[in-house]
């Protein structure tokens, strides 16, 4: 595509400064590069290719996202704009050492993640506001990943952030239990079964139940069968959901069916994790199976005699976002359908405060005294190994 033609496509209202190409792709490697082209052209956005940064320097600063390629040696200093890794099949480990090197926050290892690399271009060139989509993974089964999604979502609400939680695991029993003891009025997962095109964010925002200030959307917690939804649907979905919210938080569970609906659907993923050695080498095996979007480990309650939260989080490869201390009442309360009254504690307002630093304008409900908290959530979108699928 010619470099005029490009900047007609983009349109007066694109995601560049007027003169830049949506994507830029920097990578001696032909075959790479035309991976990287046809992923763009799926996505709908303007490309460019070049095979170094040298090449033409205005497209490393300008752009507002760089495919790197693996075989890259040489980039100029850190860029504003988003990056990601990109390398052929096989080039897994090379492609993380890079990323941990280069603070890069994505890697996508082709042709397998092209999926989702689209779904990411094509996020990043729509018009319009878009929500933080945050995926809530168990290291292993027990570890209360269900639980922190809650909490987290209800620290959030409570900031002041629109927020909605998403139960992301059919085969649970719906969160909705853990939120009320009665059904909640509104709409539920098989209600939804039938979306067919884009969906008004509005509407899905209104249509919502709400428990503690943030917008929920369950499975019914009954014996029915919960039958699964349409891959369609669930696209759908969470884009109005990206729409109508500043943060979506999604309780993605353990099994392919949600790592493959939710996981790929998510801009970060947080792993959590008892503080044992086992729990970090289950949560270890996990990361394998996560895409390539930045990871963060958040520590459920305390750690075992002579283990570290640090050197859990080096093992699992995944920066420490948070600790969150043991809650005595949560099984209780979880059982009480209260469990969303616990999220006004102060770890889980830092770690609400830590994620929504990730957004891209800053939300009203950080809290103006957790500046740390601010700071790791900048190290979840900067530090640790990525990987790819």
Known sequence: MARNEQEQSAGAGGWL????????????????RDECARAAAVAGVAFEGVGSASEDPRLWTGADLVLLGADVSEVPPQRRGSTILVGGAGQRHQLWDRAAALGIDHVAELPEAAGWLVEFMGRRGAQGRSGLVVGIVGGRGGAGASTTAV?????????????????GDRLAGGLEAALGEQPMEGLRWPDLGSASGAINPDQLAASLPRVGGAAVLSWPA???HAVRMPGSAVSAVMEAGRGAFDLVVVDVGRGREGLEDFGWASD?????????????????????????????MVLRGGTAEG??????????????????????????????????????????????????????????????????????????????RRVAR
């Open 17 to 32: 400064p007027e003169a830049g190409a949506v994507v830029c792709c920097i990578t001696g490697d032909a075959a790479l």
């Open 151 to 167: 909490l987290l979502a209800g620290a959030a609400a409570h900031g002041g952030a629109r927020v909605l939680l998403v139960d």
């Open 222 to 224: 009954g014996p029915g």
């Open 268 to 296: 970060r993923i947080l792993v959590v994790v008892p503080g044992s050695l086992g729990g970090a080498l289950s949560a270890a095996q996990l990361v394998h199976e996560l895409p390539p979007v930045p990871l963060g």
């Open 307 to 384: 283990v570290d939260a640090e050197q859990l989080a080096g093992l699992i490869g995944c920066p420490l976002v948070a600790r969150i201390p043991h809650l005595r009442r949560a099984a209780a309360a979880a059982e009480a359908g209260r469990l969303m009254e616990l999220a006004r504690s102060r770890p889980l307002r830092r770690l609400a405060a830590a994620v929504l630093s990730s957004l891209p304008e800053p939300a009203s409900g950080a809290v103006a005294d957790d500046g740390g908290a601010l700071a790791l959530g900048s190290s979840l979108a900067g530090r640790g």
